[in-house]
């Protein structure tokens, strides 16, 4: 039986419409799990009838986070999207409660140190200047920059090794690291580009893109594959 595993909705405020980016369902599918889009707006009720068939999230990029939701107020943010906020506030909660697998992409490692507990830039070019592009223009299936990946950390467990070139499009990071949360690698300006939380069976944040790179760069589908097989794991508990 393969996993079930939500992909958190994206959201396009001009056109009013809800989305997907295709890379994020399959890389899902490549590492041999099925990927079903969580809606947008769900009821608690609701939530609470379908949580079930899930054995993981995949928690994507899109808006900024409202800094309401980290003691701050807006003073560099672009776009909020208070559906998504409130949305992934309570799947992140339903599934870090039961220890099902997660996994953060782009804004999705910013959510994970937000609801453990840590703090974002709000502007990164603004708040931290930087020689290093985390803002590349496409095509985004190629290194805008390199990360130093940390010893012994179940990244560098599952590359095997110190240096990548990874692509990079975010305008927020991780400023204050949560307690709950260990980095697993530095951008070369020191910004945190990965996060885990030793105490949960499996929960990874990237700061880069995989979804736009797993096809032509096998350690970023091993990124989806590990994640799946922790959501496979879950399956047969």
């Not at 958190?8 to 989305?19: A, G, K, P, V």
């Not at 409660?97 to 840590?118: F, K, S, T």
């Not at 190629?142 to 975010?170: C, F, I, M």
């Not at 951008?187 to 797993?214: N, R, T």
Request: net charge negative; glycine share 8%; proline share 6%.
């Amino acid at each position: 039986m393969k996993p079930i595993i939500g992909v958190l909705s994206l959201y396009d405020q001009e056109r009013e419409s809800i989305w997907m980016l295709p890379g994020y369902m399959d890389g899902i599918t490549a590492a041999g799990g099925i990927a079903l889009q969580v809606p947008l707006v769900i009821t608690q009720a609701d939530w609470q009838q379908i949580a079930g068939m899930f054995d993981g999230f995949l928690f994507t990029g899109g808006q900024d986070i409202d800094p309401f939701l980290y003691g701050q107020h807006i003073e560099g943010s672009g776009e909020l999207c208070g559906q998504r906020d409130q949305t992934e506030t309570m799947i992140y909660r339903y599934a870090a409660a039961l220890d099902l697998p997660i996994l953060g992409i782009c804004r999705g490692i910013q959510w994970i140190n937000v609801m453990e507990g840590g703090t974002l830039y709000q502007d990164l070019p603004k708040e931290r200047p930087s020689a290093i592009d985390h803002h590349m223009h496409p095509p985004y299936d190629r290194t805008a920059h390199e990360v130093t990946v940390v010893p012994n950390s179940p990244l560098d467990l599952l590359w095997h090794a110190q240096k990548k070139g990874v692509n990079s499009y975010h305008h927020q990071g991780v400023c204050e690291l949560a307690d709950s949360l260990r980095a697993m690698a530095y951008a070369e300006d020191g910004l945190i580009e990965a996060v885990y939380h030793p105490e949960h069976s499996f929960l990874w944040g990237v700061q880069w893109h995989p979804e736009f790179s797993f096809q032509s760069d096998p350690d970023q589908l091993s990124i989806f594959r590990i994640f799946v097989q922790a959501c496979r794991q879950r399956k047969r508990r």
